[in-house]
């Protein structure tokens, strides 16, 4: 599976959009790109998917360039609840089984 | 529709001793996961089922045992637990077997081995 690289932390401010980029350089071809938040004290949620150019639902936009080798997730006008890790996974079908690696994500952090 | 839920939210284990971590899930998913997340760290997955009656090893399977024999239920049993096993652990469930597929996890159980 391929390997992601995110920011460790991120802050921002209420009202601010923010973006949080992810590297996968080894991504393959049958991969999709897949994106998770976390709060403290719970399991982590899913918030987007893609597979390529553009991606938009009501919490989140997720923007792939065409070499797919990286991805950012965008929130906008993130508020205090959005304080969270946020974690990128790469993967794709596996005839072999179902393993899916989460790195250390990206721990936002929005102040007042 | 309670999605996947575990049981008990908190444990505190002495060292030896054996335990079983509960896992349910109501959305017809063949697939179950169990992972388990230390201190700042992200998830790692311990064992794995593609459906009843399979199971497999994910990225740190020693000192766990799994049985799949529902589609609902995935239980993780720890043999003898060590403090090393000290750590919170969540169970997941998806639709499909690929990774492609989003993920719905349960709010995870904290598990202290003293």
């Known amino acids: 599976l391929a390997k992601t690289t995110q920011p460790i932390s991120m802050d921002s401010y209420e009202g601010q959009e923010v973006n949080i980029t992810c590297s996968h350089n080894n991504i393959a071809t049958n991969d999709y790109i897949t994106w998770y938040q976390q709060f403290p004290s719970q399991g982590p949620r899913f918030i987007i998917q893609?597979?390529?150019t553009k991606v938009t639902n009501e919490v989140a936009s997720l923007f792939i360039p065409a070499d797919r080798k990286s991805s950012t997730l965008s929130l906008p006008r993130v508020s205090l609840s959005d304080t969270a890790v946020y974690y990128c996974l790469v993967g794709a079908s596996n005839t072999g089984g179902f393993k899916t690696i989460f790195g250390a994500g990206t721990r936002l952090f929005v102040k007042a | 529709n309670a999605g996947v839920t575990q049981t008990p939210k908190f444990q505190v284990l002495k060292t030896g001793q054996s335990m079983t971590l509960q896992c349910a899930q109501d959305?017809?998913?063949?697939?179950m996961s169990w992972y388990r997340q230390d201190p700042g760290m992200g998830l790692r997955l311990i064992h794995y089922?593609?459906?009843?009656?399979?199971?497999d090893q994910g990225e740190v399977p020693n000192g766990y045992n799994v049985s799949r024999s529902t589609t609902e239920d995935f239980p993780l049993r720890l043999l003898s637990a060590a403090p090393s096993q000290t750590s919170v652990y969540f169970c997941?469930?998806?639709?499909?077997?690929?990774?492609?597929?989003?993920?719905?996890f349960g709010d995870g159980t904290r598990l202290s081995i003293l």
């Open positions: 997941a469930s998806s639709y499909g077997g690929d990774s492609n597929q989003p993920q719905h």
């Open positions: 893609g597979y390529k």
């Open positions: 089922s593609v459906g009843a009656g399979i199971t």
């Open positions: 959305m017809n998913h063949e697939y």
